[in-house]
């Protein structure tokens, strides 16, 4: 088979070499790609290729699938999900993996999510839409004013505002409804009670009927150890987590996503992709933050170290609606990605710093290290975003997999390099 692979991030470089390891993958393709993506090799010896397409080219992608003949193509971030990549490749008669636009509403739209979430019982937090900055304040005030604001619509994941009182919630309001901080997508906003509790971070896989389950990560979201600083797009992950059981996770699951399926039939909504709900472990149970329509960056990283099934098998029976008789098979060890981030991330960082050390890191055992924002230069590889590296590895238990990375991010180093030296601490 020949497969595209879309994206340029941790996320699409764990795609593509878990992609890259299985026998039915004949050419390799990334749109962009990284540098990372451009040094795997396929089972046959042919090394992946990068064009360079942006995400959201939608038409050039598509040209691009026939031109190269390619068997199915693999979307990996939100962007191009949200815009109809999968029902424009579907009209060209082309096979692609993951949500179309009618099913990445979840994520496309808070509003959509909460409703259907209400609708069909899956558990949630209290919370009110709102197209009127006046009604939103009040319903906000109703709350006590401790809630969270989101802008109903994608907003590079920064359309969350968490507010502690009655006057950080008008001010998060305003910001989004009268400010437009994020455009368009702050016409609405959904507000929901501030739930207290441990954040998990769930995977299923989905063909339209079936949804399985991953095992359980956990993500960490704020750029300084112990939670401090601002909200990033990850800083490191590590799976399992200790904070479910299997039966807990197994009920939890059970109480999301029996009612999601139910409701998509109801809707006539046709989920094929990965299902990320993002839930808040609380005294009264899982309740689901938010959803999102694709893998997560960095869970995939770790996911995809633990998954011993071949991938193309498993995404080819979600396009297909066959997973019901697949298995996910799944190492019995421990992964710990660390991620590390350009000085200043998440604001404004500088490109280009050459990164040293990327060999000996990958010569350690059990380690793997995933490109984000690198480029190539002519022979270095360089610096080319905010978050640069995942490097992950996996151990016989957390402890064993959290020194494993922490040794191969010693070895790496570039002009200003950021991580969290805490990725997985939280589980001891
Ligand atoms: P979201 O994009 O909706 O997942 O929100 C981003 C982050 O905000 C989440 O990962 C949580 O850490 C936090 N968050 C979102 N909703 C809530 C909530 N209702 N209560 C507490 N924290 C929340
Ligand atoms: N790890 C957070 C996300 O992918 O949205």
Known sequence: MKLLVIGSGGREHALVWKLAQSPHVTELWCAPGNAGMAGEDLRNGKKVLCVDLAADALAALVACAQVNKIDLTVVGPDNPLALGIVDLFQQNRLRIWGPNQKAAQFEASKAFSQRFMEKYGIPTARAGTFSEAKLAKGFAAALGGRCVVKADGLALGKGVLICANQAEAEQAVDEIMIGKAFGAAGARVVIQEYLEGIEVSLHALCDGKTAKIFPTSQDHKRALDGDLGLNTGGMGTYSPTPFLTDAQLARTAKSILDPFLRGCVAEGIDYRGILYPGIMLTPEGAKVLEFNARFG???????????ESDLVELLDASVSGNLGTAELKWSPQASVCVVMASGGYPGSYVKGKPILGLDQAAMLPMVKVFHAGTARAGEQIVTNGGRVLGVTALGQDLK??????????EKIHFDGAQFRRDIAAKAM
Request: proline share 5%; aromatic share 10%; charged share 15%.
């Open 297 to 307: 960056d960095p869970e995939t990283q770790v996911y995809l170290t633990r998954l």
């Open 400 to 409: 064993a997999a959290q020194a494993a990375a922490y040794a191969a991010v």
